[in-house]
RNA sequence: GCGCCCAUAGCUCAAUUGGAUAGAGCGUCUGACUACGGAUCAGAAGGUUGGGGGUUCGAUUCCUCCUGGGCGUACCA
């Protein structure tokens, strides 16, 4: 259900709704037959375009009455201009649907600029989280793999997640669970004592671990044997061998170096980097807890947790080498947080083709008697893909996002100097462009659909991307600053008379709808197509329109709507993880 | 084999969660800078929503079968 809506005059229409509604009910001698408010006001939304500005469901009610819609509707109509001839719409019906049209352009736009002059930079906000933590588990990396395009989905998901979340009131905590243990990291020492070199170690570290990790899986289709020797190793690191942990904590030093060195490009932070070896020493209690609770099972010499029952296989807990799993790490890691966050929600960004992971690590929980099971939520998305295949770094098949960024810092910086030269900090602005394009290629997708990597479609600036939304955001700042004076703080509604000035205050208008829509869906895509929209949307009215002229008075009320959408379209790319830019 | 996901314009994607004439961008074609940024805007062309059947006032959306693809399915993460 909606919440008390930003959207014009809401308020007012709803309730004179609700008794239009109840009065149409008597009419067809159903006497007094009144749905509630909250009904009403689910079947109250935006008209979609060409049919007025808001529009109402007539379905249930004509369902409810045992009449067709359309009778419905004109009836509704009827009574609604009889009964209330002041309220700021007027419905007419359309076919099946009783239509709202707003009567006063001036009264629409400026009752929406009245609602941001009120609310200032909280403008889009709202509390439904308030009071209530959330943690988010994104970008999780496995160390010693090089940071891909691939890494990139759960990095900006998550940390878009963040913003939004926040944004509605929740208190976040964002964790980068990195993959630094298990068996991979047997691979790795196994690779290093066999080919690995000090040197090359040293001189390029991540590239010299990309090469021994590759080098690994293509030596073990010959030498199957050297899988066991890399499990041996990983139950050595876990048992705290000296010469295994030493070697361990270099492959992850060099790495989290890398990281950290991509994270600052993308301007991304976490709250805690509490990767896997974090629990390392948490493990055992958790094992005793659900051995405990009667869980746990032997099963071909591991230990199991059967979840037959339910329909999803086994979770294992301990191989036959007695090694964990990060079935293990992740079961102790909630129980972690959880103790240590209370957590309301905790949401794992993770790749969907790890859905039965989750769905057995919180079966586990839940079978545990842990009622916060149902706070945890996998939130998945689809795969990167590049060239029709999986991007994996088994197989070398890999896009280095680091490739990507300069490349399209590379080509922002060319195009700021053929446009826009004088600027002062070029590589600031280009590294800005470049680092949007790439984050918005990752929003701009619904979160389950796969993505393939595309060149020429992560280069490009035209059209739906991210320096589309920076550009309608400099064009923005640049008007004001042309513009060259305060706000004005009283301006004159009545000059509002274009049904350009309307549509736009109206879009600008449901940017805290879209936000909580977001949040519910925990889909970041809700925002960046919004922006698209609105940006589309100005840019119309600005090509069409004049804003700044010599009559004052208009150009202070034009002025008042664009700083509007100019503070929405900056704000929506700062939840997206986007840097809106004033010039470039 | 079993389970989950996907299929919409030439391409990449939407569609208010079952609602109005299925919409955007890219590409193609035609236009717009002696006005606030042409990384822009206006317009045109482009569709049997993979296929069949069903549910109902109404289906891209829900059910079923088929085709084509992806992922998962015990000691990787």
Redesign the pocket.
Known sequence: MRQSSELPFYDQILTATVAGVTITYSQFGKGNIAPDTATVAGWI????S???DL?M?P??AA?QLGID?KTFSGTFCQVMSQQYPNLPAEYQP????P?AYYKDVGATVGDVLAGYEAAGPAYGSSDSGVGKTVIIDYSSP?IAKPFGVGHLRSTVIGNSLYRILTKVGYKCVGINHL?D????FGKMIVAFKKWGSEDVLRADPIHALFDLYTRFHREAKEHPEL?DDA?SE?RLLEQGDPEATKLWQRFKDYSLDEFNRIYDILGINFDHHTG?SFYNDKIQPVLDELDQKGLTTI????L?V?LEAH?L??C?L????D????ATRDIAGILYRHENFGFEKCLYVVG??????FQQVFKVIELAGHDFHKGLVHVPF??VRFEDR?MSTREGNIIFLDDVISKATEL?HD??LE??PD?EDVDG?ALA?GVGAVVFSQV???R?????F?W??AL??????G??L???H??L???MR?YGKELPAQINYALFGEPEEMDLSIESASYAEKIR?AAE?Y?P?VIA?YL?NL??KF??Y????????DDTALTDARIKLCDLVRFVLGDGLRLLGITP????
Request: net charge positive; proline share 2%; glycine share 8%.
């Open positions: 939304s935006r008209s979609p060409g049919h007025g529009t469901r379905f249930d369902r819609v359309d076919g099946i649907y239509n496995n993959g243990w298990g068996t991979q899988e499990r990983f896997e099963s071909r010499e591991a199991i059967d329909k296989g086994a294992l301990r191989k036959g080498d090694a964990t799993l990060y969907a083709a790890q859905a039965l992971h689809g795969w999986a922002a195009i700021i446009k826009n600027i602005t462009i701009s997708v619904r389950t659909k796969d993505i393939d595309k020429e479609a490009s600036f035209d059209g739906e991307t320096p589309y920076q550009y309608t400099a064009r700042c640049s008007l042309k829509h869906e889909e895509f197509s698209i940006a589309q840019n119309a600005y090509q069409k329109h004049r804003v700044i002229s830019l004033e010039r470039m």
